[in-house]
């Protein structure tokens, strides 16, 4: 196609989950609900860490960017979302259209990688505890939290700006509830081939690449757990990785069958679930999972209200 008969759209439509007005203020009240939990769960546990100078230790720096990145994640496409079940028009500038990609990448791809370091975490507590501490130092978990929000950032710029220099010639009609790379990349009216490249690359390196890591490490993890000859020691070993686990497998699961697969296969509908996924379930999930069940994390609980109690009296 010529490039002058090449057009870019200012303003896109996006389709949504459903027209009919009494399933749209369902869900409004489904999603506007799980949207208010994330907030409270996720910050809740995130004031009981910064508050609470026992749990200034390696094992909750992790997680406690973990909750960070699932509000700023469900912040960056729920609220919008919200918005357009209440609206007869679902619109969507472009620079909206960008910097809202630009963000679920950039988050979407750190959680990722921040599983992959907690993974190392959980192999140098279960394989080698007494030096857990000097390995795990501050230095060393600081660098390892950068890396990860780095890579997840660098990969986004990249994503998002091959994504939004496609024209779309007249296209502006999104079959989604946000933008999203392959729905974008859906309506353009050239050749796509950079776009299907740099999505292969960036899922090799942010979900792949640490789908891996995670999976050596928890090799390790389970064969330093059968060395342990009491079973309540091989108890509390898995018990410091089952929360951490439970996510691996929800995060990576849905999303290795998601992105990796041919892209002849994939379906707006598919990707319109994977998206709610992230940005709805796994965000309210995570603070029970990693945090409310944590014997520490309930006693943290406990010294915050009672010491909130005195200070009233």
Same mark, same amino acid.
């Given at each position: 196609m010529r490039r002058d008969n090449l057009t870019w759209e200012s303003e896109f439509v996006l389709l949504g989950l459903s027209n009919d007005r009494q399933t749209q203020a369902g869900l409004f009240v489904l999603f506007g609900a799980a949207y208010l939990l994330t907030l409270l769960g996720n910050?809740?546990?995130i004031l009981l860490i910064g508050l609470d100078v026992?749990?200034?230790?390696?094992?909750?720096f992790f997680p406690c960017n973990l909750l960070v990145v699932d509000i700023c994640y469900t912040s960056s496409g729920v609220p919008q979302m919200l918005v357009h079940f209440l609206l007869e028009k679902k619109t969507i500038s472009?620079?909206? !259209?960008g910097t809202q990609l630009f963000f679920s990448l950039a988050l979407g791809g750190t959680e990722f990688l921040l599983l992959a370091a907690m993974a190392y975490d959980r192999y140098v507590a +279960?394989?080698?505890?007494?030096?857990?501490m000097a390995m795990m130092s501050p230095r060393c978990c600081?660098?390892?939290?950068a890396v990860s929000w780095l890579v997840g950032l660098a990969n986004s710029v990249v994503e998002t700006v091959v994504t939004m220099r496609l024209p779309t010639c007249g296209h502006h009609i999104l079959n989604h +509830?946000? !933008?999203e790379t392959r729905a974008f990349v859906r309506l353009a009216c050239v050749d796509i081939t950079l776009n299907q490249v740099v999505i292969l690359a960036s899922s090799v390196v942010v979900l792949l690449v640490p789908c891996c890591l995670v999976s050596l490490s928890y090799a390790y993890i389970v064969a330093a757990i059968l060395r342990i000859h009491s079973m309540g020691g091989r108890r509390k070993a898995f018990g410091t990785c089952a929360s951490h686990l439970? +996510? +691996?497998?929800?995060s990576y699961g849905m999303a290795l069958v998601t992105y990796m697969q041919p892209r002849s296969t994939a379906s707006a509908e598919q990707d319109k679930v994977v998206v709610l996924f992230y940005a709805v379930v796994t965000p309210m999930l995570n603070p029970l999972i990693y945090s409310l069940r944590n014997k520490e994390m309930k006693a943290a609980l406990g010294r915050v209200l009672m010491s909130s109690s005195e200070s009233k009296l």
């Open positions: 910050g809740l546990i026992r749990l200034h230790l390696p094992m909750y472009f620079i909206h !259209c +279960v394989h080698d505890p007494l030096r857990y600081a660098g390892l939290g +509830v946000a !933008c439970t +996510v +691996v497998s929800m």
